[in-house]
């Protein structure tokens, strides 16, 4: 069953691919991510696909490797600002995988996962950055976050995202009044 934590005001395309949080766990992290598929490709509804289980991995060459692959992230941000929610806060979103935030471990227990549609090589837009800075306050209101940080931070050797076209210092600038920062 579905926790609480569906934000009103953007769009729900749920995903089975979550769990219950640990009892009692305090959500004070946000970590975000960058996925596009295919990759480079800014297009069709192979996000989505792929956090709802029903990705057609025969559709493109690279989507064999995600045969069978069960993930998801609490939000995804389109490349226009779209913000789409795939699973509730309260529940625990498949999208940090092995991973240690500042000692603690099983970052997905913690956090709250949004995805960017991009990848290295393209910056990342206008819309996505001002749709991010607008959702954290409403997480906010619900999630005691504290932290914000990049899955290449918290998965270092295994992960890239989301990458050198991410502005952190941008974004560190607009989350601080809202009471996030990322750790150096
Ligand atoms: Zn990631």
């Given amino acids: 069953m579905q926790a609480p934590g569906w934000l009103s005001g953007v769009r729900h395309h749920a ?18 991510h960058y996925i596009s598929l295919p990759p480079g490709k800014f297009s069709g509804d192979a996000i989505l696909q792929l956090f709802d289980g029903t990705l057609d991995t025969r559709a493109h060459p690279s989507f064999a490797a995600l045969e069978g692959l069960r993930v998801s992230a ?13 699973v509730a806060g309260d529940d625990r979103a498949w999208h940090a995988g092995v991973s240690n ?34 959702l954290v306050p409403k997480l906010r209101t619900r999630y ?23 502005d952190w210092p941008r974004t560190l600038k607009a989350l601080a009044p809202m009471g996030l920062s990322k750790p150096s």
Wanted: net charge neutral; proline share 7%.
């Fill in 101 to 134: 935030f500042q000692g603690r471990e099983r970052c997905n227990d913690f956090s709250i996962g949004v995805e960017l549609e991009g990848d290295e090589h393209h910056r990342f837009t206008e819309s996505q950055y001002r749709s991010l800075f607008r």
């Fill in 144 to 166: 005691p976050l504290r932290w914000v940080t990049g899955h290449e931070n918290i998965a270092p050797g295994r992960k890239l995202d989301p990458g050198p076209m991410f």
């Fill in 74 to 86: 609490h939000f995804v941000i389109r490349r226009r600002g779209q913000v789409i929610q795939c």
């Fill in 15 to 32: 995903s089975p691919h979550f769990d219950a949080r640990p009892e009692g766990t305090l959500i004070d992290l946000l970590v975000v």
